[in-house]
């Protein structure tokens, strides 16, 4: 579904990305694991868009698409939930589902666009009470919700998730991680950046280790949980920050 072959991006005359390769297949949750300032959110904004890679090609869904902007990228299938959440504050809670469907207006109309609204209800009973509600007045828990659920709005294929339990209390982290597990089993292939590298190899099929913009480390995800190395530098605690 997705393959990233050599990319390099550069934030000025500063080398972000060097020469990153990897996969991820339909249906798979595939993690990137590393420390602050590895590139890992660097790597999904030049996946997503957001950015562009100066050499090295990004293929999702057979159609190269390193150098389309990123709301032509959202058409293609993707949805990308950016780190601390960045939900419209100052719009209910619905008013931010919609929007996450604006893309599907003119192709699929208003009444599945409200289905879907319903569905996403579903998935998560907290934001259907506080449908009214101004988002920018939601717990960090609920508006991380909210991020994942207006991302699940344009319908995606394959969706990018940039540190969703980040500074979330230990309660909401595991129902974070369960809602990622259905998004999967309802037939979402996920690409996850996390600092809590236990709790994402528990949930992926595989996984990268990026360090300063190199990939080091890939593999089956219960053999990175094995790895020592692995272990001794992402598994015995969690720091929180920009990946």
């Given at each position: 579904m997705l393959k990233v072959d050599g990319i390099s991006t550069f934030y000025g005359?500063?080398?972000a990305l060097n020469h990153v390769s990897l996969d991820?297949?339909?249906?798979?949750?595939?993690?990137?694991?590393?420390?602050?300032?590895?590139?890992?959110?660097?790597?999904?904004?030049?996946?997503?868009?957001?950015l562009h890679p100066k050499n090295g090609d990004v293929?999702?869904?057979?159609?190269?698409?390193?150098?389309?902007?990123?709301?032509?990228i959202v058409r293609l299938g993707m949805s990308h939930v950016p780190e601390r959440r960045q939900v419209f504050g100052s719009l209910t809670v619905?008013?931010?589902?919609?929007?996450?469907?604006?893309?599907?207006?003119?192709?699929?109309?208003w009444k599945a666009i409200y289905q879907d609204i319903e569905k996403v209800f579903g998935l998560f009973a907290i934001l259907e009470k506080r449908k009214e509600q101004l988002a920018g007045t939601l717990s960090g828990g609920e508006q991380q919700m909210l991020a994942v659920a207006r991302g699940l709005m344009a319908k995606p294929k394959l969706m990018?998730?940039?540190?969703?339990?980040?500074?979330?209390?230990?309660?909401?982290?595991?129902?974070?991680?369960?809602?990622?597990?259905?998004?999967?089993?309802?037939?979402?292939?996920?690409?996850?950046?996390?600092?809590?590298?236990?709790?994402?190899?528990?949930?992926?099929?595989?996984?990268?280790?990026l360090e300063n913009g190199h990939v080091v480390m890939?593999?089956?995800?219960?053999?990175?949980?094995?790895?020592?190395q692995l272990q001794k530098a992402y598994l015995g605690g969690r720091s929180n920050g920009k990946g």
């Open positions: 005359h500063i080398r991820v297949n339909d249906g798979e949750i595939v993690t990137l694991i590393g420390a602050n300032g590895a590139g890992k959110t660097t790597l999904l904004n030049t996946i997503s868009g957001m293929v999702f869904d057979s159609k190269k698409i390193s150098r389309m902007r990123a709301e032509q619905l008013e931010n589902l919609t929007l996450g469907a604006y893309c599907r207006v003119s192709r699929d109309g990018l998730l940039d540190e969703p339990s980040l500074g979330l209390a230990p309660l909401i982290v595991q129902e974070i991680f369960r809602i990622i597990t259905e998004l999967r089993k309802s037939g979402t292939t996920i690409l996850l950046v996390e600092q809590n590298a236990r709790a994402a190899l528990r949930v992926a099929d595989r996984g990268y280790v890939s593999g089956k995800a219960a053999e990175l949980t094995a790895d020592e």
